[in-house]
T-cell receptor, first 112, second 112 residues
């Protein structure tokens, strides 16, 4: 299995609070991605990174920010969580854009 | 039209059956094709990866790409209850800087 660790694995929080999810990899892959997965919508890309401090927006980036200060860590932040951001969040990594992505086991986030 | 369309199912088959899972895509520039399997409460895992037309076989699994019809298929022979999962197709264009585009997934149940 690709060395990808997501933390926390589960979180329940209240509307309006800030939330940070962490993805840590041990594969030294250049690309890292954050997705959310919701029933009826499948996997939707939030943001991705193609190197330290290099990030770009995905399909559903509004309300989310990311940071990558080290190759191995990619953080996803919800500055002020809303109930619509209740979802399962997956981190993925790939060596480059043409290589398959490998996924972590997800973070279940509930915003009440 | 969505870039990648996939019938969500659910699809229920008896053990031992041949399963056919399908996706259509709209962009003729798509050249990389992948199939992922996702068990409940887990991240997607890569099953098959191809960038050419034709068939690619791996054990009980065969991936088929028809670029003229923009159609990709995954066949599972001698299906087992352990194959019960959601199957996602994914593709991306070459050349380009676009990350993967995923189908919404088809949920498969193999009944013993």
């Amino acid at each position: 299995d690709a060395g990808i660790t997501q933390s926390p694995r589960h979180k329940v929080t209240e509307t309006g609070t800030p939330v940070t999810l962490r993805c840590h990899q041990t594969e030294n892959h250049r690309y890292m991605y954050w997705y959310r997965q919701d029933p009826g919508h499948g996997l939707r890309l939030i943001h991705y990174s193609y190197g330290v401090k290099d990030t770009d927006k995905g399909e559903v980036s509004d309300g989310y920010s990311v940071s990558r200060s080290k190759t191995e860590d990619f953080l996803l932040t919800l500055e002020s969580a809303t109930s619509s951001q209740t979802s399962v969040y997956f981190c993925a990594i790939s060596a480059d854009l043409n290589q398959p992505q490998h996924f972590g086991d997800g973070t279940r986030l509930s915003i009440l | 039209q969505k870039e990648v369309e996939q019938d969500p199912g659910p699809l229920s088959v008896p053990e031992g059956a041949i399963v056919s899972l399908n996706c259509t895509y709209s962009n003729s520039a798509f050249q990389y094709f992948m199939w992922y399997r996702q068990y409940s409460r887990k991240g997607p895992e890569l099953l098959m990866y191809t960038y050419s037309s034709g068939n690619k076989e791996d054990g009980r699994f065969t991936a088929q790409v028809d670029k003229s019809s923009k159609y990709i298929s995954l066949f599972i022979r001698d299906s087992q209850p352990s194959d019960s999962a959601t199957y996602l197709c994914a593709t991306r264009p070459r050349p380009g800087n676009t990350p993967l585009v995923f189908g919404k997934g088809t949920r498969l149940s193999v009944i013993a």
